[in-house]
C-alpha cells in the first residue's frame, strides 16, 4: 500500500505533520511519499500540479492532503492558482463522491455557535458531488457581452451543467450511505429555478425508487442553508452538488464546534481516496503553532477506513481524538473557558499518547 502525502500551504505541512506522527505510531505496513503541491509546487516547480505530484497521485492507494492557497497567488493567471492543483488531482483521479461528515462530538456540544441542545448527538454525512457543476463546466470565461442591457461591456460567465450518469452514480453512493445510517436522504438543488438541479432532482427520485428502505426529501438550497442551523438534527445524509456542497459544508462544520474539526474523503469508482480537512490553508493563523489538527488527523482515520482497508486501525485513531477531547484539550478554535489551551503539536502528542496508552493497556 502507497500513500502520497501533499502538505501544500498555510497551515498544511502543520497539520499533515500531526497527522503523520498519529499513522506512524499504529505501526501499518505502508510507503509514504511526499510531494511538493499548490502555492509551494509553484515557487518551487513554476506549477501548482506538478506533473511528478500528479503521477505519484495516480500511482498511490491514497493521498492525504493538507490545504493549498495564500493571498499571495491570488493574481495569478487561474491555472497557475494553488487551488487549480486540488481541482486538478479531483478530476485526474476521477474523485467524484466527496464524503464530508459532521459530527458534533460530546465533549464539544458548547463550543458550536448553535445551543448546545440543537447539536448534542449531531451526526450528519453530507455526500458531495466533486467533478462536476459550475466548477468544471464549459465554456467559462471573459469577454466583451455579445448581447443584453449591457452589450460591450466587459463580462464573465461559468456554465452549471451536469449529465444523468453523473448525477446517478453520486445519487448511488447517498443511497448506499443511508442504509448503513438512518436511511434518510436529504437531497439539496435549486429545481425552482436552475435546469441542472431539475435533472438533479429527478434523477435523485427515479435512483430513490431502487431503495425503498430510505426516506428521500428533497429541499431548496435556501431553505437547507437555513434548516442546518434551525434544525440540523431534522438531517441524516445530505446529497448534493459541488457548489451546493461546498458552502454547506462549512456551514455544517461550525455545527460541529468548528471547521478544524471535519474530515473528507473524495473517492472514485475504485478504492482510490484523496482524504483532506475540509478547511483552507488558513493562511491568517499558518507558521503559528496554534492550528487544530483533527480535521487531518480523523481524514486519515477515513484514509485508512476507505481505501487501506484498516477500519479497526480507523476505530483507535477516532476513539483517541474523543480521548483527548474528554482531557479537556483544546486548540484555540475549540477552546472554551474550563478547558486546556494546546498548541498544534501539543493535540497530536495527545492524540499520539492516547494512543499508545491504550496498546499498552491491551
Ligand atoms: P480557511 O478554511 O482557510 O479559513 C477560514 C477561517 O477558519 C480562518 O479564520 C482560519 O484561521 C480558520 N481555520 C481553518 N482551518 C483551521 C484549523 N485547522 N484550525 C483553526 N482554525 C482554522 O478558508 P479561507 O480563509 O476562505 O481560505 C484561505 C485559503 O485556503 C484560500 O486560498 C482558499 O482558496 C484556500 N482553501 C483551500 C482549501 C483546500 O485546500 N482544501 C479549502 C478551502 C479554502
Ligand atoms: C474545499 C475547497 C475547494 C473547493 C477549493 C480550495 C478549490 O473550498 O475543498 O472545500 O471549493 O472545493
Ligand atoms: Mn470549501
Redesign the pocket.
Known sequence: MKIAVLP?????PE?VAEALKVLKVLDLKFDVEAAPV?GAAYDAHGHPLPEATLKLAKASDAIL???????K??KLERHLR??QA?LGLRKHLGLFANLRPAICYEQLTHASSLKPELVAGLDILIVRELTGDIYFGQPRGRRSSPDGAFAGAEEAFDTMRYSRPEIERIAHVAFDAARKRNKHVTSVDKANVLETSQLWKDVLTEVGKQYADVTLDHMYVDNAAMQLVKNPKFFDVVVTGNMFGDILS?EAAMLTG???MLPSASLNAGKQGLY??????????AGKG???????ILSAAMMLRYSLQQAEAADRIESAVQSVLAQGLR???IHSEGTTKVGTRAMGDAVVAAITKKTTKG
Open positions: 501544500g500551504d498555510g497551515i498544511g497539520i499548490g492532503f493538507g490545504a493549498v492557497g495564500d493571498w497567488y491570488d494553488p487551488e486540488l462549512d468548528s471547521i478544524g483532506e480537512p475540509s478547511h483552507g490553508s488558513a493562511p491568517d493563523i496554534v492550528a487544530n489538527p483533527l480535521a487531518t486548540t484555540a478554535d
